[in-house]
């Protein structure tokens, strides 16, 4: 009886330190946001240079996918996660240690290759170890944890900062990645999959990549939910708060609470929109209303009409509350692919997700950058304004996108292994 609770019990013990890993992930992820101003002065750089800083998490997020997702197909996620843990780490102190801009970036790759993990690693957990009948509400849950990180590294992580130095501040971040590599030897366990054989591995690679690559629906789902992230990633991680910092005169701390409400609606938005698309076992109809309305309410934030912090804050919130359904991509990948290539097909979806960051965050700094070079007529705020105005525009093209992604009504396609 106890060995059937204990058993029981471990998917889920699984599960939680594999959230808490990519809780730290985006703690480390939105920590560049909040030190910027710090980091400006320490390296003598720009927002251009900034933006690369913050780029280079995602080229490495981005580029690990696909990768990491064979990985997780073949070998389980017990010494990825404890891998991944190490790198984010060793990255976190050598950042923290540095007072070159060079060792910055190679400690940002650093930690951008370790991050590469966390999310994938979680819904492999999920979808093999868990039911199938509540897989957007788990995945719900885990998006929900993961932008938890996301306010942690916030307002309270901005306190630290203000309290003693950003390099403390990344010390102790690469301490706790220490302790998560413990505990991830410790409790991941791995199942075994049978009918993929280490000798096939190598025959297997090339079609098994077919599969997800000539998925069309595979690919509208991940740019759907890739343009809908990339948003989310440049209110909430870099350009957010010193945009709300300009637009309202307020300080780093105050904006930094501001963007918080954001995130604190993606927290809850995912979980709820999961639980109501597996209850309704309806998909396309909330990705297209989720991309409506997000339309109407990110033109509320970008041109504001109060001056008033209130009304933004509620706005952030209800923004942040209807991008938690961004996180419908990944039950659409687990229903639209066989599971023998879960781990990929969910790498792949990530990485699409994870490249438009890495390509639009520094276009927007660039962007910020000739604007303040060649505009200095208008004032910051409206330069921040203008900048932002790519946020609306990839908003409707995911719109125009989530039209042609057809219904699964919540359906597995293929039989599980």
């Known amino acids: 009886m106890n060995t059937s609770k204990r058993h029981s019990f471990m998917p889920w013990l699984m599960l939680i330190i594999a959230m808490v890993f990519y809780l730290y992930a985006f703690v480390l992820l939105v920590s560049l946001g909040v030190m910027s101003t710090e980091l400006k002065h320490s390296f003598m750089i720009g927002d251009t240079a900034l933006g690369v800083l913050a780029a280079i998490y995602f080229y490495a997020y981005s580029g690990m996918q696909i990768p ?5 197909d073949r070998f389980g996620a017990r010494k990825l996660l404890t891998a991944a843990s190490l790198f984010c780490a060793v990255g976190a102190i050598l950042f923290g240690t540095s007072h070159l801009f060079v060792l910055a970036i190679l400690g940002r ?14 819904i492999y957990i999920v979808a093999t170890w868990l039911p199938n009948n509540r897989f957007a509400l788990l995945n719900g849950i885990v998006v929900a944890v993961g932008m938890l990180g996301a306010v942690i590294g916030q307002a309270p992580l901005a306190i630290l900062i203000a309290k003693t130095n950003w390099h403390i501040a990344l010390w102790l971040l690469g301490a706790c990645g220490i302790v998560l590599a413990i505990l991830s030897w410790t409790i991941i366990r791995d199942k075994k999959h049978p009918k993929i054989k280490m000798s096939h591995k190598h025959s297997h690679l090339i079609t098994e990549l077919k599969i997800i690559l000539k998925n069309k629906q595979l690919w509208l789902a991940a740019l759907y939910g890739g343009l809908m992230y990339t948003n989310i990633m440049i209110l909430g991680t870099l350009w957010g708060i010193p945009f709300l910092a300009a637009k309202y005169h307020i300080s780093v701390t105050t904006a930094s609470s501001m963007v918080s409400f954001m995130l604190f609606g993606f927290i809850l938005g995912a979980p709820v929109i999961g639980l109501m698309s597996d209850h309704l076992r309806r998909r ?45 991509c990944f039950p659409i990948a687990r229903e639209i692919t066989p599971p023998k290539v879960i781990g990929t097909a969910i790498g792949h979806v990530n990485f699409v997700n994870m490249i438009g960051a890495a390509i639009l965050m520094p276009i927007v700094g660039l962007i910020l950058e000739m604007l303040k070079t060649h505009a200095t ?22 719109f125009i996108l989530s039209l042609y992604i057809k219904e699964t009504h919540a359906k597995l396609q293929y039989a599980d292994d």
């Open 68 to 72: 990491l997702g064979m990985i997780l």
């Open 109 to 122: 790759l650093l930690i951008g290759v370790g991050s590469a993990a966390a999310y994938v690693s979680c």
């Open 284 to 328: 396309n109809v909330f990705t297209i209303s989720i991309c409506t309305a997000s339309v109407i309410f990110l033109t509320l934030i970008i041109y504001p009409t109060a001056n008033s912090i209130v009304l933004p804050s509620i706005l952030l919130f209800i923004f942040g509350f209807l991008s938690g359904g961004l996180e419908l």
């Open 377 to 398: 007529h208008l004032s910051k705020a409206t330069i921040y304004e203008l900048a932002m105005t790519t946020m609306l525009a990839l908003q409707i093209i995911a």
